[in-house]
T-cell receptor, first 110, second 114 residues
Framework: GQQLNQSPQSMFIQEGEDVSMNCTSSSIFNTWLWYKQDPGEGPVLLIALYKAGELTSNGRLTAQFGITRKDSFLNISASIPSDVGIYFC??????????FGGGTRLMVKP | DVKVTQSSRYLVKRTGEKVFLECVQDMDHENMFWYRQDPGLGLRLIYFSYDVKMKEKGDIPEGYSVSREKKERFSLILESASTNQTSMYLCASIPDRGLFNEQFFGPGTRLTVL
């Protein structure tokens, strides 16, 4: 199946710092999604992007759908300890099938 | 709130055992999915079902089977568990129509095969 390259694999930052992570693909997608997974829980949707070039915010989170439709990034501003978790990007081409990135593990030092 | 529940949070089985993982959703969703999650590999699709008694193979169906006898329930079956099936298993569901096409995930079942 298709693969999404997500980077970085892990990040260890100081509370209050901004964070940026991204996903790239060799194929184009019609929808980009960003999920967060807390330890021991299933992923929860953070942001959904439906149009190339779209920039969407959800509180301290901002995500963009790349113009080429082959990439997306997620920014978290002023990180707090509860931002700890694994962040996944997912792309959808058609139907209800999603392709997931490998995840970015975020650790925040108080 | 959409609720997707999985029968066990943690499961320990022995090699060769038959294992059933159950998933139930209470939102009348047509589509249900089983993924496994391994470090560095993200979520990989095992099987999905878009209707009762219908099933389709995902990216890694080998060693697994599924059953969808009722709309709300989607079962993942390991006919003869092996150690390389030790993983976190996540169930998800999605309606045919909706404003957002995201999948709603259950809490996961962490399976260890000894």
């Amino acid at each position: 199946g298709q693969q999404l390259n997500q980077s970085p694999q892990s990040m260890f930052i100081q509370e209050g710092e901004d964070v940026s992570m991204n996903c790239t693909s060799s194929s184009i997608f019609n929808t980009w999604l960003w999920y967060k997974q807390d330890p021991g829980e299933g992923p929860v949707l953070l942001i959904a992007l439906y149009k190339a070039g779209e920039l969407t915010s959800n509180g301290r989170l901002t995500a963009q759908f790349g113009i080429t439709r082959k990439d997306s990034f997620l920014n978290i501003s002023a990180s707090i300890p509860s931002d700890v978790g694994i962040y996944f990007c997912a792309g959808r081409l058609a139907g209800n099938m999603l392709t997931f990135g490998g995840g970015t593990r975020l650790m925040v030092k108080p | 709130d959409v609720k997707v529940t999985q029968s066990s949070r943690y499961l320990v089985k022995r090699t060769g055992e038959k294992v059933f993982l159950e998933c139930v959703q209470d939102m009348d969703h047509e589509n249900m999915f089983w993924y496994r999650q391994d470090p560095g590999l993200g979520l990989r699709l095992i099987y999905f079902s878009y209707d009762v008694k219908m099933k389709e193979k995902g990216d890694i169906p080998e060693g697994y089977s599924v059953s969808r006898e009722k709309k709300e329930r989607f079962s993942l079956i390991l006919e003869s568990a092996s150690t390389n099936q030790t993983s976190m298993y996540l169930c998800a569901s999605i309606p045919d129509r909706g404003l957002f096409n995201e999948q709603f995930f259950g809490p996961g079942t962490r399976l260890t095969v000894l």
